[in-house]
């Protein structure tokens, strides 16, 4: 079992919709969690992160984390074409790891 | 204000060569690591290092060595390339707050060919 898996995708959302990017972890004693976009040929680029369970919500994102579940989600709201990135989940625990990342099309 | 900088951008090398991947950041940053990226195996980390002549390896420092003389250079060096080291090479840094060093800022990469 991964550390931390996400689907691979991609996954396809019309424009204006919810995107809903999702991401497990197998260590229980995790205790922060990181979403980076990443544009294809570019780097990584951090847009958001959580470590209480809940929601945090920042702009037209809200990042949602259940530690019980071991699973953190991250939400686009009104998803554009420009958010078609693949978005990587990256889970603290004594190290960083990061997921191999859910490709997220947007189609106008 | 550049940032985090990487040099070369693309590099095409022989098997058996050495070849050195600098990272350079202009934050003071305290952290920096090294990354590689695969498909299918997302970010895997290869070095890292707290503080200027502080470092340590990661997930898959095998073939790979690094220096830190200076807080703002960190380069990574492959001893003799081999293919299996093809891949695009992530630089990133990480300065103080509640998350560092896992809240990290990556560089533009380097992607490396290995013939």
């Known amino acids: 079992q991964k550390e931390v898996e996400q689907n691979s995708g991609p996954l396809s959302v019309p424009e204006g919709a919810i995107a809903s990017l999702n991401c497990t972890y197998s260590?229980?004693?995790?205790?922060?969690f990181f979403w980076y976009r990443q544009y294809s040929g570019k780097s990584p680029e951090l847009i958001m992160f959580i470590y209480s369970n809940g929601d945090k919500e920042d702009g037209r994102f809200t990042a949602q984390l259940n530690k019980a579940s071991q699973y953190v989600s991250l939400l686009i709201r009104d998803s554009q074409p420009s958010d078609s990135a693949t978005y990587l989940c990256?889970?603290?625990?004594?190290?960083?790891?990061f997921g191999a990342g859910t490709i997220l099309r947007v189609k106008s | 204000d550049a940032g985090i900088t990487q040099s070369p951008r693309y590099k095409i090398t022989e098997t058996g060569r050495q070849v050195t991947l600098m990272c350079h950041q202009t934050w003071s940053h305290s952290y920096m690591f090294w990354y590689r990226q695969d498909l299918g195996h997302g970010l895997r980390l290869i070095y890292y290092s707290a503080a200027a002549d502080i470092t340590d390896k990661g997930e898959v420092p095998d073939g790979y060595v690094v220096s830190r003389s200076k807080t703002e250079n960190f380069p990574l060096t492959l001893e003799s390339a081999t293919r299996s080291q093809t891949s695009v090479y992530f630089c990133?840094?990480?300065?103080?707050?509640?998350?560092?060093?896992?809240?990290?800022?990556f560089g533009p990469g380097t992607r490396l060919t290995v013939t």
């Open positions: 260590d229980r004693g995790s205790q922060s």
């Open positions: 990133a840094s990480s300065g103080p707050g509640p998350t560092s060093p896992y809240e990290q800022y």
């Open positions: 990256a889970v603290r625990g004594n190290k960083l790891v």
